[in-house]
């Protein structure tokens, strides 16, 4: 949800009571919910969907990561191969044994991720009404980090949004929301039940490689009603 932005300080209380009656917390899961919509995940659910296999066939969904992957700025992100200890023809053992390592420096959030509920707020206020300063420390989150998640495992339905749309891709700004994707689940045959989770293409992967500057710049997607 988006609050106004208030420019003047006269108007601070007036803002303030504003936002309290848009007030989108607590969760329905209860004022201490760290989890929001991973709640529905558990064992019904993946025996559901696995129900669903049939021949097997995988996808990978994550995208190669290194040090030319596109990142919004000031992310960065580097690898560097290592030979540990093993210089000038040396090697451990009477085998002879060698091997390489990696260090990587850089930021989380470069190439494929998923987020937590723990990563983006709304004036300093994150999922549930908690706010960054009572959880966040230099080291780590104290609660809704990443690590705190279940497995996913549930049914995938993927929506085409570029070809439903009548695009080859969508371009940068492009909003979807309820009516988009209602019409592309009739088109394409399939509905999003309780617990799915739902993929959407839309087309902006082909940007990677050949236009990796506009690529990590503004990108179609969700617009607020369609999440």
Known sequence: MYRSIVFAAALGLAAGAQAEEKQWWPSKWGADDTLGSFNM??????????????????YRLGIVTGSDTPAYPPRSFEVTVL???????????????????????????????????????????????????????VDGLQRMGIETYPPI??????????????????EEGTAFNRAEIQACEQQQGVSIEKGDV???????????????ERF?????????DGA
């Open 41 to 58: 995940l558990g064992p019904d659910l993946a025996l559901k969907a696995a129900k669903l296999i049939k021949t097997g066939k995988t």
């Open 83 to 137: 030979f540990p200890n093993q210089y000038n023809g040396s090697s451990y053992g009477d085998n002879h044994f060698n091997f390489f390592d990696d260090t990587m420096n850089g930021w989380m959030g470069v190439g494929s991720q998923i987020d937590g509920l723990g990563h983006a707020a709304t004036d300093g206020v994150f999922y549930n009404g908690f706010k960054g300063k009572d959880f966040a420390t």
């Open 216 to 224: 990590g710049k503004v990108e179609p997607g969700l617009g607020v």
């Open 153 to 170: 495992v549930a049914r995938g339905v993927m929506l085409d949004m570029a070809a439903c749309m009548g695009k080859d891709m969508l």
């Open 198 to 212: 739902v993929l959407f293409n839309t087309g902006w992967m082909k940007l990677l490689d050949s236009e990796p």
